[in-house]
């Protein structure tokens, strides 16, 4: 068994943000700290007790846990596996944390990098603690081949979260080009096409999410993955949305509401009618989009999700000029934004809407289409971005200032061009 102190011992000291100089000082010098660090030495008890001291680590060294390593890492693998494949998160994170003071994981390094790693990807999960994901950083160099590609996913999907996209597309090639030779499991490769085609579909590369959530589904198909299954069907059915191929879209709405009646994943219907909506008001029948969109309304419970079908139940009734039914869902909208915090991007959409029928005032319609224009440009919401900007160059025009809407024509334009 290969020992797993120096990882345990570099981890320990940087979380404590602990220099190794202050560590080493009395009990070896800063270089040989360094190589125990690095898993290049074997240091004898005696230096490793007087350093697990003064990180005040309880880490056993006189008895070989060897034996244990295999089941602990099959224990730790199948929660994984439960808490992806049924989206049963929170009660295995906590199981998880509990194996960090299982002594066989301080004692193997294997077993220590296995836990690392799971950490990490239960890091990016919903409530789960990103801190994981920065310290198997710390000992990526440790890493097997597989190890570093399960790192990659999670790498990626952290500089996605935090805005880096250039880089978070970089890793997701090079995962792209490397996955297929790894010898990571069939349940596990399913998961992480998964994660990537949701990421290809954010940065608006449309085949190549369809092709890697396709991947994913025939594995989530073939074991009964239920609501995996539903997951799949959505983003399939939004990157065919974005390609205008509508009646393939509509066709894996459809098979994610077939799976959804014969489940209690009720919970879905809300996104599925709204995109279904949204579907039916590009094709002109709006009469169909505003049902889906109300359908969509009801079933929804949380307060950004209705606030969603209420913003499109506003476009619905914009498009077909009925000002009375976008006062009346504008109403909703106000009230709903009452009980919720972070809306500052249904203010935007709000704010026009009400200056167009309820104000009536073009001055306050295009001071708040320019902030508008502006704010979902800041955020990489071009679809918006576009809506908006056209808008607000035809207001410009039609009150002659010609210049300053031919530049919003123009961004206009450049949006177009870079979806082409």
């Not at 360094?34 to 290049?40: C, D, G, L, V």
């Not at 250039?166 to 990571?184: P, T, W, Y």
């Not at 299954?229 to 065919?240: D, P, T």
């Not at 909208?333 to 073009?362: Q, R």
Request: glycine content about 4%; some cysteine; charged content about 30%.
């Amino acid at each position: 068994m290969e020992y797993n102190y120096g990882n345990l011992i570099k981890v320990e000291r940087m979380r404590k943000n602990m220099k190794q100089t202050v560590l080493a000082r009395g009990i070896c010098s800063v270089s040989y700290l360094s190589k125990i660090e690095n898993n290049q030495t074997s240091p004898s008890e005696e230096v490793l007790e007087l350093i697990f001291d003064r990180l005040d680590l309880d880490v056993p060294l006189y008895f070989d846990f060897s034996n244990q390593v295999e089941k602990v890492r099959s224990e730790i693998r199948s929660l994984l596996k439960e808490a992806i494949l049924n989206r049963n998160d929170q009660d295995k994170q906590n199981m998880i944390k509990k194996y960090i003071e299982h002594p066989a994981v301080k004692q193997s390094r294997t077993l220590y990098i296995t836990l690392m790693v799971t950490l990490a990807r239960f890091g990016m999960m919903p409530g789960g603690d990103e801190r994981y994901v920065t310290e198997v950083g710390w000992i990526e160099d440790q890493l097997t081949k597989d190890d570093q590609l399960r790192y990659t996913i999670i790498k990626a999907l952290k500089m996605f979260h935090k805005n880096e996209k250039e880089i978070a597309f970089e890793l997701v090639e090079k995962l792209n080009g490397e996955l297929a030779g790894s010898g990571i499991p069939d349940w596990e490769v399913a998961d992480i096409r998964y994660i990537m085609g949701g990421l290809y579909y954010k940065f608006t590369d449309n085949i190549q999410a369809i092709e890697n959530v396709k991947f994913a589904l025939v594995y989530f198909q073939e074991n009964f993955y239920l609501e995996r299954i539903v997951e799949c069907h959505l983003i399939i059915g939004l990157s065919y949305k974005r390609r205008k191929r509508f009646s393939d879209a509509l066709s894996y709405y459809q098979k994610a509401i077939k799976v959804i009646s014969a489940t209690d994943l009720k919970n879905y219907y809300g996104m599925l009618y709204n995109n279904m909506g949204e579907i039916y008001s590009l094709l002109g029948e709006q009469d169909k989009a505003l049902q889906y969109f109300i359908e969509s309304f009801e079933y929804k419970i949380d307060v950004r999700s209705k606030l969603y079908s209420v913003l499109s139940l506003i476009e619905v009734n914009f498009d077909q000029s009925n000002e009375e039914g976008v006062v009346k869902w504008l109403t909703v909208g106000h009230d709903l934004m009452t009980k919720e915090k972070e809306i500052e991007e249904f203010n935007h959409h709000f704010d026009i809407y009400l200056n167009y029928f309820k104000e009536k005032n073009v001055d306050k319609l295009i001071f708040s289409l320019k902030k508008a224009v502006s704010y979902f440009e800041s955020h990489d919401e071009y679809m918006y971005t576009k809506k908006y900007a056209l808008w607000l160059a035809r207001e410009l025009r039609e009150n002659g200032k010609y210049k300053l809407a031919t530049e919003y024509y123009e961004k206009v334009i450049t949006i177009m061009s870079q979806s082409e």
